[in-house]
């Protein structure tokens, strides 16, 4: 008589393999499906259909935790090679320029300090400023204090 656990195992390693198929097939099948209906829109667009509450829901509750890009069709007038914009990708940019926290740093400030006014992630970058030779660390035990040269 076979082992019923072993039975078990490879009865659930068969199932577990099914429904990964199906999930790459219903997958495959949404992504096709949003090409078709999103053809023509500029990616911005794309991107605002994308990042609706009742779509990140309904792909939610479909198992996607992620979303994958989706590949929209060309239109006719761009397959055809008209001249359209250039559309150029913008880097995110912080709201605190270099300007501003080598002013805050005339007087000498601590790591905590700094984050507290400026923002969580500014030490980070005040440690490029120190490498770039703008800032000087100060560092007493385990605390670190900046300030301009």
Known sequence: ????????????????KVLAKVGTNLAQAIRNLAADHLAGLSNEDVAAVL??????????????????????????????????????KRTRRSKVTDEHILEFLKAERSAGEIAKKLGQLIPKRVAGLVKDGKVVLRKAGIKKFYKTK
């Open 51 to 88: 990042s609706t509450d009742a779509v990140k829901k309904a792909l939610g509750n479909v198992g996607s935790t992620k979303v994958q890009a989706v590949k929209v069709k060309p239109t006719t007038a761009k397959a055809k090679g008209a001249v359209g914009k250039v559309k150029v």
């Open 1 to 16: 008589m076979p082992n019923p656990n072993i039975e078990l195992q490879r009865l659930r390693a068969k199932q577990i």
